[in-house]
């Protein structure tokens, strides 16, 4: 009895104690399991947090959009075949039998229809229509509707030249849901997500299809994410591979679907798909991918291109049609079939398709940065012009002045020449300005040799000694001293040593390394007298000189020392250019600028800070300093020029050189365009050139490229033209054997009447007038 007693009590007390176990068990788990919920609640709201603020906020970040000027059509206009047609290419205009769709032309010798896209400009928009042009030799001679109605001005779309974005180096062109092609949408839910209509964010049964075939295949054939599941992954999570990675893309998925819509979720996803690499530029979003690989915008590309797009969702890479056309294909045509067979095209359309070629263009569209150094150029004035709250604004539209048939004349004109000059000769470098003389807008900027990579912006940062281009400034400031100086006045180009304000002693030579005696003023500033001119800048005056400089344009702080007078100043190619832009204006000041309007998202124009214009050098003193740059052209250092300009162009210029030939400079206008060009070595070193032998002949390139207007001067009213002798200086008639024409301002010409007892023997001066007499 006791053992049997004993016996129950234990198993009493063994039940007692396994209810204590499983009822502590119970609570733990019970426990463990709010706990969990709990964490779990606390990780999806601030997945949640995560998912509204980074998906509100991230997806409408773009770039602000960067023009170049647009080509302007109109009855007369400088324009040849050929540079309209190079336009239409760059701006992605498709050659067809009748153009019905905008973006589209076609041509029969030297006569385009041209279906014009419609465009905001700045000052209102642009409609599209349908032109008919044609073309006489050099020159726009017809322009009207296909109706015949006659159009005085139309502008073509303004050229994408490139983006400027905040951060890092990606782009965006943002499209609308409802920019979306529909063929697109229709393909991309096809082939990547059939049932995104339908599911929540994650699709059970794609995951389970795809598991099924992978498992068949024996290795990864078929994903099962979503066209969310995608987007999330993209947007807020890292490459990584892991169970916890692919846990958190499921629930922000979910998340994602509870808090926006369908179409805002292929809205962003469209934005943000990558599709392939320029660089270190991503091509993210179908919008950017459609320039990138057509050169034109989304909304033009047929089916064969849009199936292309979604073949590249895949795999940009592997399926890059420019390295791997033929696995673009094979993958385009999977796209189609599946298109095909769930009745969302026809088998004939499917075939027609496939058969048809990729259609991308052999170059890269860019609509981020084909002209880093004036895109350089362009950031600068923004935070000159701009104030900085105004710029924060995103998917700004900033419209430049660039002229990007200009900019390509220009880059493959200094290309060749180099090539030439740069023979035997390591490290040759270069920088090119380009500017419109009178209106100083920035038409193209080559920072080096290799303008289309950003790097070093010689144009912009390159700071050398500019030589003899300083002559000019210091010829002004003589001849704005009319009692004391005319373009006859007799010059000493003679020995002379010069002390400095250290005690040093400084001794001027000529490039020829002699003397030339007693000359007039004209021709010590043509052919560049050292020395002369030395005599000339320490007798006006060092201070008048450094102002002279300052009120052509220059900015920088001035050392004032008399070795300045020969060009011992260090300026950059830019700030050279704002110098020549004052003479070639006509002594009127415009600060040289790349910026023309800039518009918000909404269309309003940003206020900039204002840009003056005015004159701050006699009209007069400036028309005699250019009647004598035009003599530099055509008799003077710059005689070279006739191998690539006629002479009856009458174009003004300087040559400038450095000691050492370590820089070699040319600087001049024409009646359109002023430029400078610097020719050098980025170490220092001696580049084997002056002036004339190196920037000249790329200067001189540059201008038979871009076919500038000819220059001619009209003399303000206080000039005078009086009829000289040469010789003496003195007063003459027209009749005088020997007497030439010599502008002077009023009031100071010769009095003094010479006899006419001289014999014809040519003229000293005669070049430098006879284009402007002659008509």
């Not at 005319?486 to 010069?498: A, T």
């Amino acid at each position: 009895m006791t053992r049997r007693s004993n016996s129950r009590k234990r198993k009493k007390t063994k039940r007692r104690n396994n209810k204590k176990k499983g009822s502590w068990l119970r609570r733990w788990l019970i426990k463990a399991s709010l706990l969990t919920c709990l964490v779990v609640a606390v990780y999806a709201v601030y997945l949640d947090y995560v998912v509204q603020h980074e998906f509100a906020g991230k997806r409408w970040a773009v770039p602000a959009r960067v023009y170049g000027r647009p080509l302007e059509l109109y009855p007369g206009a400088a324009l040849t075949a050929d540079q309209l047609l190079d336009e239409l290419k760059r701006l992605g205009y498709t050659k067809v039998r009748y153009p019905r769709q905008a973006g589209s032309y076609s041509r029969n010798g030297s006569r385009f229809l041209l279906h014009t896209r419609p465009f905001v400009f700045w000052d209102g928009e642009e409609p599209g229509q349908i032109l008919d042009l044609q073309f006489s030799g050099r020159q726009l001679s017809l322009l009207k509707t296909v109706s015949g109605k006659s159009v005085g001005l139309a502008r073509l779309d303004a050229p994408p030249v490139g983006s400027i974005y905040p951060a890092h180096h990606e782009d965006r062109v943002l499209v609308k849901r409802s920019d979306l092609p529909e063929k697109l949408v229709q393909a991309l839910v096809a082939v990547e997500d059939r049932s995104f209509y339908r599911h929540v964010g994650v699709d059970a049964k794609a995951i389970a299809r795809a598991m099924w075939a992978n498992l068949r295949a024996g290795s990864v054939v078929q994903g099962g994410s979503t066209l969310t599941q995608q987007l999330v992954k993209n947007f807020f999570l890292t490459r990584e591979r892991s169970l916890w990675r692919k846990a958190n893309e499921a629930l922000m998925a979910l998340l994602l679907e509870r808090r926006y819509g369908k179409d805002e979720i292929l809205e962003a996803y469209a934005n943000e798909i990558y599709l392939g690499q320029d660089g270190e530029r991503a091509i993210h979003g179908f919008g950017l991918a459609s320039y990138f690989y057509f050169k034109r915008p989304l909304h033009e590309l047929d089916l064969p291109r849009l199936a292309l797009l979604v073949a590249l969702v895949r795999g940009p890479s592997y399926y890059d049609p420019r390295r791997h056309p033929e696995r673009a294909k094979k993958r385009r045509r999977l796209v189609l079939n599946i298109m095909r067979d769930q009745g969302l095209i026809t088998d004939q359309e499917a075939q027609h398709a496939a058969a048809a070629p990729l259609g991308v263009t052999g170059t890269k569209g860019s609509r981020s940065g084909r002209f880093p150094a004036f895109m350089d150029l362009v950031r600068r004035q923004l935070h000159r012009d701009y104030r900085e709250e105004d710029l924060t604004s995103e998917g700004l539209r900033i419209f430049t002045t660039l002229d990007p048939w200009i900019q390509q004349q220009a880059e493959r004109a200094l290309a060749e020449q180099l090539k030439r000059l740069g023979s035997g000769k390591k490290g040759l470098e270069s920088a090119a300005v380009i500017a419109g003389s009178q209106s100083g807008e920035v038409l193209a900027v080559l920072g080096g040799r290799s303008s289309g990579f950003a790097g070093f912006n010689r144009a912009l940062d390159a700071v050398r000694p500019i030589g003899s281009l300083v002559k000019p400034a210091i010829y002004l400031a003589a001849l704005m001293q009319p009692e004391r100086y005319n373009l006859l006045s007799p010059l000493e180009d003679r020995p002379l040593s010069v002390k400095n304000r250290t005690g040093d002693i400084w001794t001027p030579k000529n490039y020829d390394n002699r003397a030339h005696g007693t000359v007039p003023l004209h021709q010590a500033l043509a052919h560049s007298y050292n020395m002369a001119t030395v005599r000339l800048g320490m007798s006006v005056g060092l201070d008048q000189v450094a102002g002279r400089l300052q009120d052509l344009g220059l900015k920088r702080p001035l050392k004032i020392y008399p070795s300045m007078l020969l060009g011992a100043i260090s300026l950059t190619p830019l700030e050279v250019t704002q110098i020549y832009q004052t003479l070639a204006a006509g002594g009127f000041h415009s600060p040289l600028r790349a910026i023309r309007e800039v518009l918000t998202t909404e269309g309003q124009q940003l206020q900039r800070y204002p840009l003056t214009v005015k004159q701050t050098v006699p009209a007069d003193a400036v028309y005699l300093v250019n009647q004598v740059l035009q003599e530099v052209a055509r008799s003077g250092t710059g005689r070279a020029l006739a191998q690539y300009i006629s002479p009856q162009m009458n174009l003004a210029g300087k040559t400038g050189t450095t000691d050492d030939l370590r820089d070699s400079w040319f600087a001049g206008f024409s009646g359109d365009k002023v430029a400078v060009v610097w020719v050098g070595r980025d170490d220092n070193k001696s580049a084997g050139l002056s002036g004339s032998t190196g920037a000249l002949r790329v200067w001189g390139k540059i201008m038979q490229r871009i076919r500038p207007m000819a220059l001619e001067m009209l003399p303000p009213e206080s000039i005078e033209i009086v009829w000289v002798d040469p010789t003496s200086g003195l007063r003459a008639e027209a009749h005088c054997a020997g007497a030439i024409q010599v502008p002077y301002i009023i009031g100071f010409s010769p009095n003094e009447q010479a006899s006419c007892v001289y014999k014809s023997n040519g003229s000293v001066f005669s070049d430098l007038l006879e284009v402007f007499w002659d008509e």
